[in-house]
């Protein structure tokens, strides 16, 4: 599928079912005047091809699809718009909006706009797609070993005074020994990008001096976004995303794309024809069953791409195997991926595309992470995936928001949302979720910030958002859930303030890297980096995402630097499921206590004060000891009783860096409010 040259000439193919014909027009080397129109003269099994002999990489190519235009049947055809190849694998020009995309006329729909959009057209170029990887090699590490990092390719390095200026923001500049050293010097294994693939800005973005920053719109799904691309030593975006890939690769980093499948830039039955819609609309999109001239939307971006249908989930599948095979990455994270299991009746876990991920030989064997949510019936589906299937888990995330931050600053114990066993559930890798369906713990991915939403220094900053730049009056983006009742919004110089923002940045961070599953932090949450209470900055490509390195919060760094450390030396939690039970030598391997160092038992597991509690670790992942974590999600210092024998804290989160007193412990220890610590038996059983 797609243009492909063979040495000799470029083979072209298209899938349209309901085509009538299909024309391939040829362009001059700037892509501004069209040559050639050439008819694909074979249809076999709905895909139109034909072959050229003698053209070469570097050919700027469009296509005209002929055929009927009912709308009310769900046929969109206008061989007067220029379109895309959903297989190109480089772009060329820069999107303009105009009334010349639009078939239907903007200012009477009921007519045709038949103006031809070819000069003002994004157009697709045949490439040669060798590269010299020098043996590249995905680090290929286990799940239990993974920490994610979630960045943004221009977000990280655009503001880094380590980087050169013209690298800045680029796929070059996250492959920059300055970016990499930072990575590894934090400890996580593996780089999850936000979009990379070309995408577009809505109109209204546009109409407002704003673009779609953080890349979900999606209309290339084989083509670098230019805009992450610097073009130093003359590379193409393809290749320095390749460069980038094979730097990451040497240093033992993984990388994992976020695609966007669910729905595409050409939004609803309003939006432009700029490829899918004027190849086959009714092949590609999900058409109201009562109304074909109208999308399903379940992306709440205007229209459903359709992975029903076999040649748009090849597709898919063809894309993930590109990137996998041609671009290298070790990984993907799918925006609203119920879309993609949704079959005629709902969501199914034994949908088509689930299937061919499992049975394919190259996709079966790469991490595949799902945001297992979409706002259609039945969307809402974590824990609901294959095995093998990791899953944004959003139940950790609110859990421990509510019990870490929830009224925090109103220095009172009253209930906040979270008790005592939902705190457990959620640090032990949520086993309501997926332990009954046969998944590892590790499959549960944790966090407590994303993109989307508050930054973990805003999180416990503001109670409202500040949106006003999006230009939506502040109605867009979600309201701070978890009130944090700081009374002081926003930067403050009180050093209680202050020092209790501290505590439960470090708290959260702890929480979500020593539990059970496999952690995710955010890029510049390390740092201290806010985006002044904007909880949806997607349009925002300027400071408010970048981070700002000359300002970071070192203390915060080291903490984080010294929590994942931990993590990977330790492996407090194995990933395997506890059962709660001694053997035969009386060591639990995982057991529950309150303070005074009674089990946890019966009623006190639903108590939903700010409160305490102590999990004895008796069979850990990696550590050789028993460890024990003492929580305490109170406003007041709380006493614990330890076990018996010496104990080692490893970590206070007390401590601006996570330091701790080395010298043994026995009898009890005292835990400061907000805070936790992690210790080790001194020595073993």
């Known amino acids: 599928m797609g243009a492909h040259f063979d040495g000799h000439g470029v083979n072209f193919a298209v899938f349209s079912t309901h085509a009538q014909a299909m024309v391939l027009c040829l362009f001059d080397a700037t892509g501004g005047h069209e040559i050639a129109r050439l008819a694909l003269p074979e249809c076999t099994n709905d895909v139109w091809h034909g072959y050229l002999p003698h053209a070469q990489p570097g050919l700027i190519y469009g296509l005209r699809a ?34 010349e995309h639009f078939s239907p006329n903007r200012v009477h729909p009921g007519h045709m706009n038949t103006h031809d959009n070819a000069p003002l057209a994004l157009k697709s170029r045949v490439t040669d797609d060798r590269f010299d990887w020098h ?90 976004n230019p805009q992450l691309a610097s073009g130093a030593q003359g590379l193409s975006p393809r290749d320095e995303f390749r460069s980038m890939v094979r730097a990451l690769h040497a240093a033992r980093l993984e990388v994992i794309l976020d695609v966007v499948y669910n729905h595409t830039a050409e939004s609803d039955e309003t939006g432009p024809t ?68 949704r079959t005629d009746t709902g969501f199914s876990a034994q949908a088509a595309f689930f299937a061919a991920v499992a049975q394919d030989p190259v996709l079966s064997r790469v991490k595949m992470i799902a945001e297992p949510w979409d706002i259609g019936p039945g969307g809402y589906q974590v824990g609901g995936f294959p095995r093998g299937w990791l899953e944004w888990n959003d139940k950790f995330r609110d859990s421990m928001r509510r019990f870490w931050v929830q009224g925090a600053a109103t220095g009172s114990n009253a209930d906040c949302g979270c008790n005592r066993g939902e705190m457990a559930m959620r640090l032990c890798a949520s086993s309501d979720l997926y332990q ?141 499921w506890y059962s709660g039970v001694a053997d035969a030598r009386g060591v639990y391997d995982l057991a529950w206590h309150n303070p005074d160092g009674s089990a946890l038992q019966g009623a006190a597991w639903q108590q939903g004060n700010r409160c305490a509690l102590a999990c004895l670790i008796g069979k850990p992942g990696r550590a050789k000891c028993p460890l024990l974590l003492l929580i305490n999600g109170g406003a007041v210092t709380e006493t614990f009783v330890l076990p018996r024998g010496q104990w080692q804290t490893l970590l206070d989160s007390s401590h601006p860096q996570g330091l701790a007193d080395e010298h043994p412990v026995g009898g009890s220890t005292p835990v400061a409010p907000h805070c936790l610590l992690l210790l080790q038996q001194a020595s073993p059983r």
């Open 66 to 99: 002929h055929g009927p235009w009912r709308p009310d049947k769900g046929l969109r055809f206008d061989a007067s718009k220029l379109l895309l190849d959903p297989y190109a694998r480089d772009i060329v020009g820069e999107f303009i909006w105009s009334d």
């Open 135 to 224: 043996g590249d090699v995905s680090p290929d590490l286990a799940m239990a070993d993974t920490v994610l990092y979630e960045c943004h390719v221009k977000g990280y390095s655009q503001l880094n005074p380590l980087i050169p200026p013209e690298l800045r923001g680029s796929f070059a500049g996250l492959a920059h020994d300055a970016s990499i050293s930072h990575l590894l010097q934090l400890g996580i294994t593996s780089v999850s990008l936000l979009p990379v693939h070309y995408a577009v800005s809505e109109e209204r973005l546009v109409g407002r001096d704003l673009s779609n920053y953080w890349g979900y719109n999606t209309l290339g799904f084989f083509s670098v």
């Open 274 to 341: 700029l490829s899918f819609r004027g190849l086959d609309n009714a092949s590609y999109y999900r058409l109201s069953n009562d109304d074909p001239g109208r999308y399903e939307n379940f992306s709440g971006c205007g229209n459903t791409f359709n992975t029903r249908h076999p040649r748009v989930l090849q597709l898919v599948m063809d894309s993930l195997r590109f990137w996998v095979t041609d671009m290298h990455v070790d990984g993907f994270r799918f925006d609203l991926a119920p879309v993609l299991g």
């Open 436 to 576: 009954a369906r046969r998944r590892a713990p590790a499959k549960s991915v944790n966090y407590v910030v994303s993109h989307d939403g508050f930054t973990l220094s805003d999180l416990v900053s503001y109670n409202q958002r500040r949106n006003q730049d999006n230009g939506e009056h502040n109605r867009d983006g979600h309201e701070n859930n978890f009130s944090f009742n700081c009374g002081i919004e926003g930067p403050s110089a009180d050093p209680e303030v202050l020092a209790l923002r501290g505590q439960l940045q470090r708290a959260l961070l702890a929480t979500t890297l020593l539990a059970q599953g496999t952690p995710m932090l955010c890029a510049g949450d390390e740092l201290g980096h806010t985006q002044g209470g904007n909880n949806n900055p997607y349009c925002q490509d300027n400071a408010t995402t970048w981070i700002d390195w000359k300002v970071k919060d070192t203390d915060l760094l080291a903490f984080t630097q010294r929590v994942i450390r931990l993590r990977h030396l330790l492996q407090p939690f194995a990933n395997q």
